[in-house]
């Protein structure tokens, strides 16, 4: 029983962070500081890490955490930075959720 446990935790992390590595060739900023999209449209920074969850309850591609942008809690997903105006791209790396120490 032991061993399935374990080949099952490897199997979850490779898909993750295989997830990630896709992701981040799609454009998005996933793997350290990303920007993200609050279901209400606010875009923010946020530390989002594959297999790492300090800030936030993840649920597979989206993440629910506190927004900083309207203080209130939310689902979160990844933007492209690309497919951003200069100003929605500087809006959002100014503005980040609470920082880790």
């Not at 875009?43 to 297999?51: G, K, Q, S, V």
């Not at 629910?64 to 497919?83: D, L, N, Y």
Request: proline share 4%; hydrophobic share 40%; aromatic share 6%.
């Amino acid at each position: 029983m032991q061993r399935s446990r374990r080949k099952a935790a490897l199997l979850l992390a490779a898909l993750d962070i295989g997830s990630t590595l896709v992701a981040r060739s799609r454009g998005y900023g996933v793997g350290g500081n990303a920007v993200v999209r609050c279901r209400r449209g606010h875009l923010f920074t946020t530390l989002w890490l594959p297999l790492v969850s300090v800030k936030s309850l993840r649920l597979g591609w989206w993440r629910i955490q506190r927004c900083p942008v309207g203080r209130h809690w939310t689902v979160v997903v990844p933007v492209k930075e690309s497919a951003l105006t200069g100003r929605e791209r500087r809006r959002a790396h100014a503005r980040h959720d609470v920082r880790l120490p």
